[in-house]
């Protein structure tokens, strides 16, 4: 099995504030949809709540402490290793939040990262700090949407 994290990212790690992402470009959703579409992914409860509903396409998995806790159209666990059993693809994608990227990062091989060229002092989530010579780097895409400029980059486990 594959893990990877999938993640868009401010120069300065942000990645949301107040359970909302910091900026709104739809071609880098629409990266994360085709991306994901067809495979496993994996969050926390508060990015579970984030989202309007469950992401179609994917088997929604979510990581709660609480054994209670309600997520339909997602199967809830309330740990890693369960949260990887119960993935059934080759890949699966870690998907937030910050507890959640950090738990699997030890295991990950590859990181997507869009990498936002802005940044927020409202951010109160950050990705992981990366020692990223430690990974090959490959950009798939740049761009420029909404004023903010951006690029899609493969990071692969060295």
Do not use: C, Q
Not at 30 to 53: A, N, Q
């Amino acid at each position: 099995m594959t893990v990877s994290m999938i993640v868009a990212k401010g120069i300065n790690n942000e990645i949301g504030a107040d359970n909302k992402l910091l900026w709104h470009i739809p071609s880098d959703l629409k990266f994360f949809k085709e991306t994901t579409m067809g495979k496993s992914i994996i969050m926390g409860r508060k990015t579970f709540e984030s989202l309007p509903k469950a992401l179609p396409g994917r088997k929604n998995i979510v990581i709660s402490r609480n054994p209670d806790f309600s997520a339909p159209g997602a199967v809830v666990v309330t740990d890693t290793e369960a949260a990887l059993k119960e993935s059934e693809t080759e890949e699966v994608f870690i998907i937030g939040g910050a507890s959640i990227y950090e738990a699997f990062f030890p295991i990950a091989t590859r990181l997507y990262i869009t990498e936002v060229n802005f940044s927020s002092e409202k951010a109160d989530v950050f990705f992981p700090d990366v020692d990223l010579s430690l990974w090959d780097r490959e950009v798939l895409k740049e761009g420029e949407e909404n004023s903010l400029s951006f690029r899609h980059v493969l990071y692969t486990r060295k």
